[in-house]
């Protein structure tokens, strides 16, 4: 019986499956494991093999190696494996590793199909794609969720059909939103979670990523959380912040992505937002900037508070700053932390001011 493993012709369209071996954790007793299966004439094993050397895998030491991918591929495929065929089609239209080959590349999709693999129509000519076409099918008359998740993928990306954000979008509802695909499916948060504490970053952006264009405002800050803090670089050209930015931007519902908008602007992100203090802190009519950090701190987000506290210092708002870490100080413990220490000392400073004042008074009457 065949079980869900991870494809390369799905994953490089931004897919992920389950792994199809139950192999270690650890990089270097996976990669150990998966060749001893190999060896001894495992041909989903080889498969597998070929997919860690297509990817690379940092834990094991293991470079990406299209080229050395390609023949562990082969090997698989002349045994059987039919995604095997469909990952070298995919090799072969976008020259991975091998000099590009579309009429090759249809050869290899052409046999996938014919072994049943009904996902072998993961062709990328972006010029009337025979590939999209044969995928339409498979999505239609299959009803299957993987052919519309990939459809998905294809609309969002331009692979073989012009680019439709909301085509892409309705094909991941599709598969999102149909009861009874959720056991094995081929995303989720929860996936997208387990690799992130694995380290494996580009995958769990792909998860998030997703799920936020599905509409998850909490998938669109992990995924924004990959590209700004993690460093994950996205799966196109587009700079990192530039994408993080982009998936604030369509989670402003969220304390989170207006935090990180504040410190977008704050911090002058590369491409994507130039430094500007006025933009993170406060409202201006004229320019029309949304004051990222108050927002934030309306819906009870105290890091955005206390770095508009710490904001308004350098710019010798002293009585803003004590303000915004007034109002963190009242929210609930341990997320006020941050602003216990500021707001104390400025309230002591408050008072010695008020004393050396009354006390600057007192003297000007006495000596009157």
Not at 181 to 208: M, V
Not at 236 to 257: C, G, H, I, M, V
Request: aromatic share 12%; charged share 15%; proline share 5%.
């Amino acid at each position: 019986m065949y079980e869900p493993m991870v494809r390369l012709s799905e994953t490089w369209m931004g897919m992920h499956a389950e792994d199809m071996l139950d192999v270690p954790a650890n990089g270097m007793d996976a990669l150990d494991y998966v060749r001893s299966l190999a060896l001894g004439g495992n041909p989903e094993a080889v498969h597998r093999l070929g997919e860690m050397h297509f990817f690379g895998d940092a834990q094991a030491g293991l470079p990406a190696n299209p080229a050395e991918a390609l023949r562990h591929f082969e090997e698989a495929a002349a045994n059987g494996v039919a995604h095997s065929l469909a990952n070298l089609g995919l090799m072969y239209a976008n020259g991975m590793g091998v000099e590009a080959n579309p009429e090759r590349a249809v050869q290899y999709f052409q046999q996938a199909a014919d072994q049943g693999n009904a996902f072998a129509g993961t062709g990328v000519n972006q010029n009337n794609s025979l590939a999209f076409y044969h995928f339409s099918i498979a999505a239609n008359e299959s009803d299957s969720r993987q052919a519309y998740f990939n459809l998905g993928i294809m609309h969002y990306k331009g692979l073989g059909t012009p680019r439709s954000c909301p085509l892409a979008v309705q094909a991941f509802r599709h598969v999102a939103w149909r009861a009874g695909h959720f056991d094995d499916a081929l995303l989720s948060p929860e996936l997208g979670h387990e690799a992130y504490t694995r380290r494996d970053y580009p995958r769990a952006l792909l998860h998030y990523s997703i799920w936020a264009l599905v509409g998850v405002p909490q998938a669109a800050c992990n995924a924004g959380f990959l590209l700004d803090h993690v460093h994950t670089q996205p799966f196109d050209t587009t700079p990192p912040l530039q994408l993080a930015k982009s998936l604030y931007e369509s989670a402003k519902a969220d304390p989170e992505a207006l935090r990180k908008l504040g410190h977008c602007h704050r911090d002058g992100w590369a491409h994507a937002c130039t430094t500007n203090a006025t933009a993170a802190l406060e409202y201006d009519l004229y320019m029309g900037y949304p004051r990222y950090y108050a927002q934030a701190g309306t819906l009870h987000d105290s890091e955005a508070l206390y770095s508009a506290g710490m904001l308004y210092t350098t710019r010798g708002d002293w009585d803003k700053a004590h303000q915004a870490w007034n109002v963190c100080r009242s929210h609930e413990f341990p997320t006020n932390i941050p602003c216990i220490l500021p707001a104390l000392a400025l309230d002591m400073w408050t008072g010695l001011a008020w004393m050396w004042t009354s006390l600057h008074d007192a003297i000007v009457v006495y000596s009157i």
